[in-house]
Nanobody, 120 residues
């Protein structure tokens, strides 16, 4: 199983980007999916989670600006980031809880990071 994140880039403050995360491989079912970010010199932090139930959770710092969504048929998750601020600059990582067989439990998978740079 692989998770690949893409869509990062450099934008000016107030701009927008859309990140995508595609899961591929032998996948039976995906539970929660989420986006995390890590800025230079800081710990990785939660950005948003999309539960398999349809509920979503956001970090306070991105509420009202970011929207997480997923296409279960495509095993793909998105993060629409609007009104970007310089403090949103970080490497963004996707995470998913994936069941690869009916005989095993969900396992955590991390995708490659995609860099987001917001200039003032």
């Amino acid at each position: 199983v692989q998770l690949q994140a893409f869509g990062g880039g450099s934008v000016q403050a107030g701009g927008y980007l859309r990140l995508s995360c595609a899961a591929s491989g032998s996948i039976v079912r995906i539970n929660d999916m989420g986006w995390y970010r890590q800025a230079p010199g800081k710990q990785r932090e939660l950005v948003a989670i999309s539960a398999s139930t349809g509920s979503t959770t956001y970090a306070d710092s991105v509420k009202g600006r970011f929207t997480i969504s997923r296409d279960n048929a495509k095993n793909t998750m998105y993060l629409q980031m609007n009104s970007l601020k310089p403090e949103d600059t970080a490497d963004y990582y996707c995470n998913a809880q994936i069941k690869v067989s009916r005989w095993v439990s969900y396992m955590d998978y991390w995708g490659t990071g995609t860099q987001v740079t917001v200039s003032s």
